[in-house]
């Protein structure tokens, strides 16, 4: 059974970094897109963006100019960067797969993280 | 940017047919997929490509995408159907979700 475990820092200060990861366990990592999604308390889903074994990543263009995801094949692992965060980051933090193998999409998420709170707040 | 518009409630009785709709420019021409999400718990995908069920779904989840609205229905609405549904679609490589309706069983 595959699963996704997550991890990273829950509370944060303006203007710092927010950094995420998010390992798989119990299947293969290789051949899927890797996304981030959040959602802030209350409110709905958001993409933040994708990354492949092979390091291809898109981004949502609103967040694109703070958002690094990088993959680390060798631990089945990608993860999560956003700088300069502000309480507008505030949110659940998921990882999540999209289920087409070989380099391609099926347009959904079929696994998800348990999520994880990220709170910015001074 | 592309977007996804969703009723922010719908209203069911137990054992009567919920639809839930999600408009968007031309979304019949992409693929549609909707997510059930429970207080304190992840999203979990209840129909993908417009129509297809994932396993462990009931049957009593339906979709459909045309023109441009996708919708949702849930035949027989049970009390454990109450929660949050989302639709997404893909636009220009990026992920787009609609906002989310809130489905009462009363």
């Known amino acids: 059974q595959v699963q996704l475990q997550q991890w990273g820092a829950g509370l944060l200060k303006p203007s710092e970094t927010l950094s995420l990861t998010c390992a798989v366990y119990g299947g293969s990592f290789s051949g899927y897109y890797w996304s981030w999604i959040r959602q802030p308390p209350g409110k709905g889903l958001e993409w933040i963006g994708e990354i492949n074994h092979s390091g291809s990543t898109n981004y949502n263009p609103s967040l694109k100019s703070r958002v690094t995801i990088s993959v680390d094949t060798s631990k089945n692992q990608f993860s999560l960067n956003l700088n300069s965060v502000t309480a507008a980051d505030t949110a659940v933090y998921y990882c999540a797969r999209d289920p087409c193998t070989g380099d391609c999409h099926h347009y959904y998420f079929d696994l998800w993280g348990r999520g994880t709170l990220v709170t910015v707040s001074s | 940017s592309y977007e996804l518009i969703q009723p922010p409630s719908v209203s069911v009785s137990p054992g009567q047919t919920a639809s839930i709709t999600c408009s968007g420019d031309k979304l019949g021409n992409k693929y549609a997929c909707w997510y059930q999400q429970k207080p304190g718990q992840s999203p979990v995908v209840v129909i993908y490509q417009d129509t297809k069920r994932p396993s462990g779904i009931p049957e009593r989840f339906s979709g459909s995408n045309s023109g441009n609205t996708a919708t949702l229905t849930i035949s027989g609405t049970q009390a454990m159907d109450e929660a949050d549904y989302y639709c997404?679609?893909?636009?220009?490589?990026?992920?787009?979700f609609g906002g989310g309706t809130k489905l009462t069983v009363l």
């Open positions: 997404q679609a893909w636009d220009s490589s990026t992920v787009v």
